[in-house]
Every structure is written in C-alpha cells, then in structure tokens.
C-alpha cells in the first residue's frame, strides 16, 4: 500500500476494498473493533429509523453541547465531503485525523475485509476515544441490527420512524422492517420509539430482551401552540419550549424523541431546561427543507423514500408560495418512485427530472415515465441536476417555488454549485 495516502485517496482506496458497497453483519466489523482494542467507556447513544435520524442526531448534539458535554457526532451519509460524518465538539473532523484513523484500522484488520461504512464507523469511534468525548452519539447506516454501527452496545437507542426504504435489505413490509430497527436495543436500557404507530415486530421485540420502552404518544407526547410546544415525558413536564429551526411539523416529534432520550439518560448524563431551549434554537442539517434564495424560492430536500415525500409535503402546504411550485426530482432505482411521486403529485405543478451521478441512479427518462403515469404530467428532462434547475429557473417567476429532492446525490450537486447556480 502506498504510504501517507491523502484522505481523497483513503476514501477510493475504501471503495475498492471491499467487493460490495453494502455487507449486512456483524462479524467482520467485530474482529477488527477487538484487534483495535476499540472498548468506550463513554456512554453511546444509537439513533436509528427510515428517516428523522439525521435531525435527531443534531438535536441531540445541540442540547448536550449547550448543557456543557464534548460530544462526538457519526452521520452518513455526507452532502459536501466526507469530514461531515465525524464531528467532534461540534466541529468536522480534519482530514489528518480521518487518516491516521484509517491507517490504524488497515493495520490492525489482517485479511479481513471491511466496507466502506465499516471502515468509516470504526474510524469515527477511534477518533471519539482520542479526542477523550464524553458521549457519542451514532446514527444508524442501514437497518440497525445487523448495521456497523450496532457493534458497539447503546447505553440509549432511539428508532425514529418505520417505513419502507431499502427493501432489498431489511423486507419489504414494516413489520420486517420494524424488527431490523429494533435490533438497535439492549437490555434493561433505555429504548425509545418517536414513531406514533411502531409495528408491533418493534414492540416485541424490545418487550422479549427486556429493553426499557418508551414510546411517543405513551410515556411522552406534544402539545404544540401557534408559537410554541410543550413537552409532556416520563417525569419531565416542559413548556413554553421554542419551535425547531428547522421546518416541518414533524420536526416537534423529532425534537421530542431527542428530548426523551436525554430524559431517559438524566442520571449520567444531567441536561437542564436551558440547554434543551438552546439546542432547539441551533440544530441545523443541511438539505433538510433548506431555503437557499428568494424570488423565487429555493428548498433542497433529500426525501428519498414515500414517508418522507409525504412529510415534504405537509411541509409545502404549511408554507405556501403565491405562484408555482416547480420539482427537480432526481432518485435512485432502488427506490420507491410511484409512491414518491404520489406523495408529491398534487403539491407541484411542473416536473424538471435529472439522472443522478450514482450507478444506482433510476434515468431521466424513466423518472419522467413514471411522473406520467403517476402525476398525468409531462417532465422536462435534462441530464444532470444542475442542467434540470437552470431550466426550471428559466420557467420561474419571482412568486414561484422550486424545490429539489429525490436523493443525497441530488442536492449534494446543487449544493456543489450553489455559488454559481443559485
């Protein structure tokens, strides 16, 4: 192997590593975590579910931030460049530190094979140690109980949502989909569910290891005011709380089930009421019903699976634009794309479809087949991302809104070009 490779080399070095992007299991990841002696004495908070897990994690970093805790933060996947996935102190991991993490993983693994977000997660976890954090907080790749990232044992775990996503990997019912989430859980700890109707392979499952359950509408729930919320759990009651930063009704009950989470770990890790307030008013992710220009609107969404189309949605509606509402859509394959775009069909107006930059990406043509069926709209079709907004820019007027989704590589793209495009 060459020497003192940079991390751009690091990382496509990792995706020839291993011969398939995606290897369920727990196995590999184990022998190479007990080579590295890779044993945190920090307490680990797990974030898993189809979608939220993303908002959770910033939630929650934000309020353990405010309430004084050095924490260190694992997402996937990236928008901009891979130092987004480990944060340490609120701050991105630099890129020595991604390095020195890899080298020591590939030195200690033997001829064993490791993925991509096999090498990530446990690159992360020994940047965590290091820097000497006093809890983790880790968001779930895929699934959850034969995901990396459940190799290291929650003291907290959150599922955030069931639906369906990655059928090829976790079933294709909730039910299937609801056990492979739950896997995230241990016994006699804390084991919180935000969704409002978990599936009942979930619930007994926590039930059957003895798991500590608390479950939104049950053991917490909201009541949400005009300008405020208040937050009702196991013994906390607390009011007047700040509506999240980031938009969407649905944000209240992301937000909730971090709340629960941190109301749940209150012996070892204390979080007071200020915190709390101060982390709703600073936890931010991009691409998460982010504006990025006026006259017309601009929102970049990575809704990728129907779920979240549908909570996309509920979003437009809740803040709605004079004119038009113009789509750049572009997905993967592997997706569910009738029921995105039956989520979405009556909230636009015109359809511009891309073909994202992955070897999964569903074309442009099929994109538009598929919104003629559905939608009964014709699609203008364009190439790439940035080719499919610059033409719904020539069609907007200044009281339109466009709003582009459909997939991490999509609005990666347009955030790549924000300075020129937007």
């Given at each position: 192997?060459?020497?003192?490779?940079?991390?751009?080399?690091?990382?496509?070095?990792?995706?020839?590593?291993?011969?398939?992007?995606?290897?369920?299991?727990?196995?590999?990841?184990?022998?190479?975590?007990?080579?590295?002696?890779?044993?945190?004495?920090?307490?680990?908070?797990?974030?898993?579910?189809?979608?939220?897990?993303?908002?959770?994690?910033?939630?929650?970093?934000?309020?353990?931030?405010?309430?004084?805790?050095?924490?260190?933060?694992?997402?996937?996947?990236?928008?901009?460049?891979?130092?987004?996935?480990?944060?340490?102190?609120?701050?991105?991991?630099?890129?020595?530190?991604?390095?020195?993490?890899?080298?020591?993983?590939?030195?200690?693994?033997?001829?064993?094979?490791?993925?991509?977000?096999?090498?990530?997660?446990?690159?992360?976890?020994?940047?965590?140690?290091?820097?000497?954090?006093?809890?983790?907080?880790?968001?779930?790749?895929?699934?959850?109980?034969?995901?990396?990232?459940?190799?290291?044992?929650?003291?907290?775990?959150?599922?955030?949502?069931i639906d369906l996503d990655h059928q090829d990997y976790l079933g294709d019912t909730r039910e299937a989909i609801g056990f492979e989430k739950a896997g995230i859980y241990r016994t006699h700890r804390p084991a919180i569910c935000a969704d409002p109707a978990p599936p009942a392979s979930l619930l007994s499952h926590a039930q059957a290891i003895g798991a500590e359950m608390r479950r939104f509408g049950e053991d917490f729930s909201v009541e949400r005011t005009p300008n405020a919320w208040r937050y009702r759990g196991h013994r906390w009651i607390l009011s007047g709380l700040p509506l999240p930063v980031m938009a969407g009704g649905y944000q209240v009950r992301n937000a909730a089930g971090a709340i629960a989470m941190l109301e749940t770990l209150h012996q070892r890790l204390p979080v007071d009421e200020r915190a709390i307030k101060q982390g709703l008013g600073k936890a931010r992710v991009p691409g998460r019903f982010q504006r990025l220009g006026t006259h017309p609107?601009?929102?970049?969404?990575?809704?990728?699976?129907?779920?979240?189309?549908?909570?996309?949605?509920?979003?437009?509606?809740?803040?709605?634009?004079?004119?038009?509402?113009?789509?750049?859509?572009?997905?993967?394959?592997?997706?569910?794309?009738?029921?995105?775009?039956?989520?979405?069909?009556?909230?636009?107006?015109?359809?511009?479809?891309?073909?994202?930059?992955?070897?999964?990406?569903?074309?442009a043509t099929a994109l538009a087949e598929c919104i003629r069926h559905v939608a009964n709209a014709v699609a203008v079709i364009r190439n790439d991302p940035q080719s499919a907004f610059a033409a719904a820019q020539e069609q907007a007027s200044v009281d339109d809104r466009i709003i582009a989704f459909g997939s991490f590589y999509t609005v990666s793209a347009l955030l790549n070009h924000a300075s020129s495009s937007l």
């Amino acid at each position: 192997m060459p020497l003192e490779l940079s991390l751009p080399a690091w990382l496509a070095r990792l995706e020839q590593l291993h011969p398939s992007t995606i290897e369920l299991g727990l196995d590999r990841v184990r022998r190479v975590k007990d080579a590295l002696d890779l044993s945190p004495t920090f307490p680990i908070i797990t974030v898993g579910g189809t979608n939220g897990k993303g908002s959770t994690c910033a939630y929650l970093e934000a309020m353990l931030t405010a309430a004084g805790y050095k924490t260190g933060l694992y997402t996937s996947p990236h928008l901009l460049h891979y130092n987004e996935r480990v944060r340490i102190a609120g701050d991105e991991a630099d890129d020595a530190g991604l390095v020195a993490a890899f080298e020591r993983i590939d030195a200690a693994r033997g001829d064993t094979s490791l993925t991509y977000f096999e090498f990530g997660t446990l690159g992360a976890m020994l940047q965590f140690v290091e820097a000497g954090v006093d809890v983790a907080i880790l968001e779930v790749g895929l699934g959850g109980r034969l995901d990396a990232v459940n190799v290291f044992d929650a003291d907290a775990a959150i599922v955030t949502s069931i639906d369906l996503d990655h059928q090829d990997y976790l079933g294709d019912t909730r039910e299937a989909i609801g056990f492979e989430k739950a896997g995230i859980y241990r016994t006699h700890r804390p084991a919180i569910c935000a969704d409002p109707a978990p599936p009942a392979s979930l619930l007994s499952h926590a039930q059957a290891i003895g798991a500590e359950m608390r479950r939104f509408g049950e053991d917490f729930s909201v009541e949400r005011t005009p300008n405020a919320w208040r937050y009702r759990g196991h013994r906390w009651i607390l009011s007047g709380l700040p509506l999240p930063v980031m938009a969407g009704g649905y944000q209240v009950r992301n937000a909730a089930g971090a709340i629960a989470m941190l109301e749940t770990l209150h012996q070892r890790l204390p979080v007071d009421e200020r915190a709390i307030k101060q982390g709703l008013g600073k936890a931010r992710v991009p691409g998460r019903f982010q504006r990025l220009g006026t006259h017309p609107e601009v929102i970049l969404d990575v809704a990728h699976n129907p779920e979240a189309a549908r909570a996309l949605a509920a979003t437009l509606k809740e803040y709605p634009v004079a004119g038009r509402t113009l789509a750049v859509a572009g997905m993967l394959a592997d997706k569910d794309v009738t029921g995105i775009i039956a989520a979405l069909s009556d909230s636009v107006d015109d359809w511009f479809v891309c073909t994202p930059a992955s070897h999964r990406a569903l074309s442009a043509t099929a994109l538009a087949e598929c919104i003629r069926h559905v939608a009964n709209a014709v699609a203008v079709i364009r190439n790439d991302p940035q080719s499919a907004f610059a033409a719904a820019q020539e069609q907007a007027s200044v009281d339109d809104r466009i709003i582009a989704f459909g997939s991490f590589y999509t609005v990666s793209a347009l955030l790549n070009h924000a300075s020129s495009s937007l």
